[in-house]
């Protein structure tokens, strides 16, 4: 049973280019979280998805950052116009259900550097 | 905000030797806590969890106590290996989506 897998690993951008990352959960998931990681900090959450619905994004930034977890393929964290403060670890998980305090199983992550 | 921190950012141990990381929470409606196992380049794996009816539980050579009169959770690492050699997030959930992280302590195992 493949683990959640994100791709790419790592991600180079330049100042305004665009960087999408993708996600896709454990087989039987259909639950997607987004976490974002600074260096030497925690892991912030972002948003939660189900297939076709965003059902809370309260930690994602207003602008230039969007996602989507479309009824078929992986779940994509979009940021537009990227800037250097956008450089940071993206992490996505998944749960079977949705349920509250159902145990989260992380990717292993894109690590994102804006130049 | 946030509302979960741990008291050291980094703790050595001697291979062998229980190691005990620390951590505290100020949200009193929190009811489920988690510990999580970074290393390095990959992502958080779970490793124990506990409901807040509970103030023990104990897994594979790891426990976890939660004290809820100080708001106060611990990780305990018996016979600590240097597989053990990580970062160590706990994260709580009020009962909703969202899982909050503190900032971490990483663990050192000395040889």
């Known amino acids: 049973n493949a683990g959640v897998m994100q791709n790419p690993r790592h991600l180079v951008r330049r100042r305004g280019q665009e960087a999408r990352l993708r996600c896709s959960p454990m087989k039987g998931h259909s639950h997607v979280y987004w976490y974002r990681q600074l260096p030497e900090e925690g892991l912030k959450f972002m948003v939660y998805l189900q297939k076709e619905n965003i059902i809370d994004e309260s930690g994602m930034p207003k602008e230039r950052f969007s996602a989507e977890f479309p009824k078929e393929g992986p779940s994509i964290l979009r940021i537009q116009q990227v800037v250097r403060g956008d450089s940071a670890a993206y992490f996505c998980a998944s749960s079977p259900s949705g349920q509250p305090r159902e145990t989260q199983y992380f990717g292993p992550g894109t690590r994102l550097l804006v130049l | 905000g946030e509302s979960v921190g741990l008291h050291l950012p980094t703790l050595s141990v001697q291979e062998g030797d229980n190691s005990i990381i620390n951590c505290a929470y100020s949200?009193?409606?929190?009811?489920?806590f988690i510990w999580y196992k970074q290393e390095s380049g990959k992502g958080p794996q779970f490793i124990i969890d506990i409901r807040s009816n509970m103030d023990k539980r104990q897994g594979q050579r790891v426990t976890v106590l939660l004290n809820k009169t100080v708001k106060h959770l611990s990780l305990q690492i018996a016979a600590t290996q240097p597989g053990d050699s990580a970062v160590y997030f706990c994260?709580?959930?009020?009962?909703?989506?969202?899982?909050?992280f503190g900032a971490g302590t990483r663990l050192f195992v000395k040889a």
């Open positions: 994260a709580e959930n009020t009962g909703g989506f969202k899982t909050i």
């Open positions: 949200n009193s409606a929190s009811d489920y």
